[in-house]
């Protein structure tokens, strides 16, 4: 026998599990049209120096990379926004700026397998890219908070907790950490929650960081008051910008949905800006969600330097946390009709009553089995059907079929005709 | 500058590509869930050994295989029926026979390059496992026909040919050729149509078949009535049961659409029934949707005999055929509001406006841009736009903003709060 589980770290989908994914897609991509993002998609497959980076990011580390069969090295894409950005470059001319734009990637990532790790997972990406106004991250943030509020979650349930890679540059810089330094310090930054005080000091020591450095950095990552930041700080920029960004929010009707948190840096070298992620109040989930403001990742591919916002929000933490609070959507299977011949001669006819109902938009299967009636009433239920056809020779003879209502128990004779008539 | 094309062979799908693939997808998946059939899905990375057969499909010489880091040998999926086998084995114990799923994977095939040909495309497939009946080959083709027909094909631009592996099994045989070499002599009679009658005649020498089978089996291919070749065979269970499906589908109503055709043969060797394939009535294109019926797939796996019949049905043909007959659908990029603020204290109120509407399930759009009017106008034209709401300071004091009918080229002032109870 073959294995028959999926790649390890891989998932299959059951109908059941099916349903729960396109239910997931389907909020995704309503709140992301409604909100007037264009959807998109490149393939799985992506030249491996698309994720070549300088800094030290872990996703270059945990790429599925080989060689094709023609000698070119290929990734398995691990996350979408290089490969937006090859796009945006491909088309920068043709292409009318802002753009706003969606997709729901499987990325791979081949990391040591823990509790809630995949290796796959669908993360659907929403990016504006060409707005440099803070406008930007506001319709981005609105995005992924409708999103959550489709999902059944409410401002109890979630937070977006934001912070401003400018602010973390303003105090690295003031305590005289080199400028080309700040991208792989905040790499290490974002292990905070993952490794213990002692290790990360290390770390940070091994970048060149001295201890009464990580002192200091430590001491203004104890801050949560905005105020009190900026009056501690001589470059004020993204304390400004994000003071702006949370007035438009408020404006907009959204304020109890935003919380500054110094904490949150995120692990991708290429933000620039605002960063944030979306947990629960207490954050006692891995994020959600994350995203931010990555303006120059366009020029490190060779391009101008073009303003860019996005997040990704990926299909396997979402749906712990709607199990956990119990608002996981029941999606049980579901028919209009169940046809039940009763001899081998019907079956031409029960595939024509079953043709014109779907002609008519109506969900219809068929029970071939030929079984005891009990039997296939049983399986009507099961599959769904709201209503049985039942090809009673009697009844058919005559032109009419017995309909069942599968809830109320209760059944009539029907004309064929009238079948069709009725359902319109 | 990097590499900004996609890999040799994929595509990426730009918005305007995305709405057309997004039709298509649900064309086929209305399709299938009308006709009771549930969603399914599996990971695009699967063991190698899925594919790796004893005949010689084609298939497993264009894998896109390779060593991951763990030392497995991992392939891109090149066909779906695999995996579906090895969910189908895995959950056998539980599932209630037969079922009725269908999927929409991305597939990969490391092919040389010709024309219309990629190395990926997205394949709808439909299969029935556990019904050995020809009633599930019915089901099958009235699902794909209904595809087609939805798709806005009618007789006129379509056929499904079809044949049975046993009426070429009953060939075989008849001229002697020993049953353990039949799969290998249909993979290569499946070239038929792409390779010179010399070199197919060589290939089939080689197979060890004498010159003179050779001769009788064209002498056999060159029949087209079903009847003459019952007559001239012993074993003529394929070409009843052909009959018997046949006869099924005219009570169905769907006489016009099958064509008998003893060429048909699929290129798959675990075809074991009835074989098909849907063309234009002269089959000028490429096969736009082939399949049959594989009794035998999961015993090959190591299972039980489990009966299954089933199709794959590509995107990239169909579109191209769809555009021959000028019957591309119009798929524009639609919005119902595009909100247009003019100064940037306006910004806050737009974003509110635009959360309200898209509340009610409106698609809403805004233009930051501060453009001329013109200019911004004809933006909201190219969106498409069916009204646009304009923040002018004088009515905005009012509480009012100006609808304005992109079609009709008319506007009026409305109070705020009516835009969203007329919305409703």
Not at 219 to 227: F, G, I, P, R
Not at 320 to 333: A, G, M, N, Q, T
Request: overall charge negative; glycine content about 6%.
């Amino acid at each position: 026998m073959i294995d028959l589980q999926p790649v390890k770290g891989t998932r299959d989908f059951f109908p059941d599990e099916m349903r729960l994914r396109n239910w997931l897609f389907e909020v995704w991509r309503n709140v992301s049209e409604q909100a007037g993002f264009e959807e998109y998609d490149t393939c799985v497959l992506e030249h491996e120096e698309l994720y070549v980076r300088k800094t030290g990011d872990e996703i270059s580390k945990q790429l599925y990379s080989f060689e094709d069969k023609g000698g070119r090295r290929l990734s398995l894409r691990p996350e979408m926004t290089p490969s937006l950005a090859r796009l945006v470059l491909q088309q920068e001319k043709s292409l009318s700026f802002p753009i706003k734009w969606f997709s729901m990637p499987q990325c791979f990532r081949y990391e040591r397998m823990t509790k809630g790790r995949r290796r796959e997972h669908f993360q659907w990406n929403a990016d504006i890219i060409g707005q440099h106004e803070v406008v930007a991250e506001a319709e981005i943030l609105m995005l992924l908070i409708s999103a959550c509020e489709s999902m059944g979650l409410s401002t109890n349930d979630f937070r977006v907790f934001i912070n401003d890679r400018r602010i973390l540059n303003a105090i690295l810089s003031q305590i005289n950490v080199p400028q080309v330094l700040h991208s792989e310090v905040m790499v290490i930054m974002d292990k905070r929650d993952k490794i213990p005080p002692e290790a990360l000091s290390k770390m940070l020591e091994e970048m060149r960081m001295t201890t009464k450095q990580v002192g200091q950095l430590n001491e203004y990552l104890s801050k949560s008051d905005l105020e009190e930041l900026r009056e501690n700080l001589k470059n004020t920029e993204g304390i400004e910008e994000l003071q702006h960004l949370m007035k438009l929010m408020e404006t907009a009707g959204y304020k109890n949905y935003l919380q500054f948190d110094i904490s949150i840096v995120r692990g991708l070298s290429y933000y620039t800006g605002a960063v944030f992620e979306v947990n629960s109040p207490e954050k006692q989930h891995r994020a959600i969600c994350g995203g931010g403001r990555y303006d120059s990742l366009l020029s490190t591919y060779g391009g101008e330097t073009v303003p860019a916002v996005g997040f990704g929000f990926g299909d396997v933490v979402v749906l712990d946390v709607l199990k956990e609070l119990k608002r996981f959507p029941e999606l049980p299977r579901k028919l209009d009709y169940t046809i039940i011949p009763f001899a081998n001669e019907q079956i031409g006819t029960a595939l024509k009553i079953a043709a014109e109902l779907r002609l008519q938009g109506s969900t219809v299967d068929c029970n071939f089995s030929m079984k005891k009636m009990k039997k296939m009433m049983q399986q009507a239920h099961e599959s769904g059907a709201a209503k049985a056809i039942l090809l009673f020779p009697d009844e058919l003879s005559d032109d009419k079929v017995v309909i069942r209502d599968m809830q109320l128990h209760e059944q009539k004779p029907v004309r064929i005709t009238d079948l069709f008539s009725s359902a319109e």
